[in-house]
C-alpha cells in the first residue's frame, strides 16, 4: 500500500469511510494522530533542544525496525 499525505486539514472530509482528499481510511487518519500526539507528547516531556535531532532519529530507527521485521518474513 503507499502512504498518501494529507491534503490540508481543511480539506479533510468525515463522512464516509474514507477522506475524499486523501483517499486515506479515517481509522488510519485516527492512529497516525495518536501516534503524532504521542511523539509530541515525549518531546515536550523530555523538552528537547535539538527536536531536529530527536525526530531524524526516531524516523532512521522506525525505517530499520519495519525493514528488519519485513525482510524475516517468508515470502
Do not use: W
Not at 6 to 16: F, H
Not at 21 to 31: F, K, L, P, T, V
Not at 42 to 52: C, P, T, V
Amino acid at each position: 500500500m503507499q502512504f498518501t499525505t494529507c491534503v490540508n486539514r481543511t480539506a479533510c472530509t468525515e463522512d464516509g469511510v474514507h477522506c475524499r482528499a486523501c483517499g486515506r481510511s479515517h481509522d488510519e487518519i485516527a492512529r497516525l494522530r495518536q501516534l503524532t500526539d504521542i511523539v509530541a507528547a515525549f518531546a515536550l516531556e523530555m523538552d528537547y533542544d535539538n527536536l531536529d535531532d530527536f525526530l531524524n532519529y526516531l524516523t532512521a530507527k522506525v525505517s530499520k525496525k519495519v525493514n528488519a521485521t519485513r525482510n524475516e518474513r517468508p515470502l
